[in-house]
């Protein structure tokens, strides 16, 4: 009796062991099935900046920033320290009609591709003139606007025309705009043909100012501020003939085509409606 009781005693422990052993090494209830909560969040994290990562360029309520050179006018220049003009009247026109909110990010003329190249601004719109060298690097809107490029001489100059500049022996020095139109069409027309010498400034009131103190001898820039120069400066004319015409349009990197196509959809729309038009109207008085 005493070794039944022994080896019921043993098995009675052995239990206990196992009983214990087992409650050891189990989770608690639901635990055990979990997935780790910290990599859940990462995920989940991850998944949501993804999704706003891919937000459309034009949704609504977003910020349409146009990088431009507000020493342009009148399409566009400072006024109670705001940047106002054609462009900027058309740019938030375009910004109204998708549902965003216009910023305008003012810097020289010369930046405005490499900000729209780099993202910086989503696209550029300062008066700029649609030129096969533009093309390469950037996407152009439809045309909004026709400029016009003139010649700015101190009154009795020698230069009555734009052929004098182009004369035999002519050996003037061109004052620009570095980067405009003026500064491309007086380098390869004047300066790499060996007509003259051209001197570049990083602002048109700068040329301006060059030329009342004779440094230059006249000053190619686009007629509107170059109207605008004159009226400012006692002693300074525009020639009767003009350099060049072109075409005004919006800039964009060549990558951001959904917000070319929605930005120009709008904008040929404002041309339609007539918008465009009764903004030039306003800043632009015909002679």
């Known amino acids: 009796m005493k070794k039944i009781a022994k080896l019921l005693s043993l098995a009675l422990a052995l239990c206990l062991c196992l009983a214990l052993f087992a409650g050891c090494g189990s989770a608690p209830a639901g635990e055990g099935d979990a997935a780790p909560p910290d990599d859940a969040a990462v995920t989940d994290t991850a998944a949501d900046a993804e999704g706003e990562g891919d937000a459309a360029p034009t949704e609504p309520g977003g910020t349409l920033i ?54 910086k601004a989503d696209m550029g719109m300062a008066g700029m003139t649609v030129t096969e ?27 009555t025309s734009v052929d004098d500049l182009f004369a035999e022996g002519a050996n003037y ?14 380098t390869g027309d004047i300066a790499d043909a060996g007509l003259g010498t051209v001197e570049r400034y990083n602002k048109g009131a700068d040329a301006v100012q060059a030329l009342k103190t004779g440094k230059v001898d ?8 170059a109207k605008a120069y004159v009226a400012a400066n006692e002693g300074l004319t525009i020639l009767d003939t003009a350099y060049a015409e072109e075409d005004y349009a919006i800039c964009f990197a060549k990558e951001n085509t959904e917000l070319s196509a929605a930005v120009d959809a709008a904008l040929q729309e404002l041309i339609a409606d007539g918008t465009v038009q009764s903004i030039l109207d306003k800043y632009i008085v015909a002679d």
């Open 218 to 225: 006249c000053v190619i820039i686009d007629n509107q501020p």
């Open 133 to 159: 060298d533009r093309l390469q690097s950037v996407d152009f809107s439809t045309s909004y606007a026709t400029g016009i490029q003139s010649i700015i001489v101190p009154e009795g100059s020698p230069i």
């Open 66 to 119: 146009m990088a431009t050179n507000a020493e342009f006018p009148p399409y566009e220049f400072y006024e109670n320290g705001e940047v106002v003009g054609i462009d900027a009247e058309i740019a938030a026109a375009i910004a109204e009609k998708l549902g965003m909110t216009l910023e305008i990010s003012d810097m020289d003329f010369s930046a405005i591709i490499a900000a729209v190249q780099s993202g």
């Open 173 to 186: 020095t061109v004052g620009v705009q570095q980067d405009t139109t003026g500064d491309i069409y007086a």
